[in-house]
């Protein structure tokens, strides 16, 4: 008798580890590459949550002298746990980091899921990357159980706008202009 308890007990470990390595806080839709000036909203999901998610929280991480944070927004109709349980973060664009980002819920969300909603511009050219850690604090869980996803990092492109064809003539034949009259004189 004790050795079947042991054994299932050896079954649902090994069940409930192998669900939480499916579990992953991802990026949806990335724009890999973008253009100095372009303002972009990159969406945080939640993807591979086989049980009900109490929430949790995340800290992102990036290049601030290639991206600047504008906003963190969190859909209100899911992570409905109310002001004590949701918050956006703490935006540091100098030192490139958004603490804090935290969601809770009363309802049974499962499966795929937006955690947040992040508002970037670019203001640098070159390769950020886009880091995503657990918020210690606010751990991921389901039922009151950690879940442990996995993070994934990405990154994100940003070169500088061209000039297009009819400004450099434009510029151009500017230049002659002022040239031709300087020479009159």
Request: proline share 2%; with cysteine.
């Amino acid at each position: 008798m004790m050795k079947n308890l042991k054994k299932l007990i050896l079954v649902l470990s090994m069940l409930v580890s192998s669900h939480v390595s499916a579990s992953t806080i991802t990026w949806d839709a990335l724009s890999t590459d973008v253009n100095v000036s372009d303002i972009f909203t990159i969406d945080v999901i939640g993807t591979g949550f086989t049980s009900n998610v109490d929430g949790g929280g995340i800290n992102f991480s990036f290049d601030q002298s290639i991206l600047n944070v504008l906003s963190v927004s969190i859909d209100e109709s899911v992570w409905d746990f109310g002001s004590t349980g949701i918050n956006t973060g703490t935006i540091d664009n100098l030192n490139g980091t958004v603490d804090e980002i935290m969601v809770n819920t009363f309802s049974n969300v499962t499966g795929d899921f937006i955690v947040a909603s992040i508002e970037v511009m670019a203001v640098g050219t070159g390769s950020s990357l886009l880091s995503l850690t657990e918020y210690n604090l606010n751990p991921w869980a389901s039922g009151g159980s950690l879940i442990n996803p996995d993070f994934v990092t990405a990154s994100v492109n940003v070169t500088a706008v061209p000039l297009p064809a009819a400004a450099w003539l434009m510029i151009c034949g500017l230049g002659l202009l002022g040239f031709t009259a300087r020479k009159k004189d």
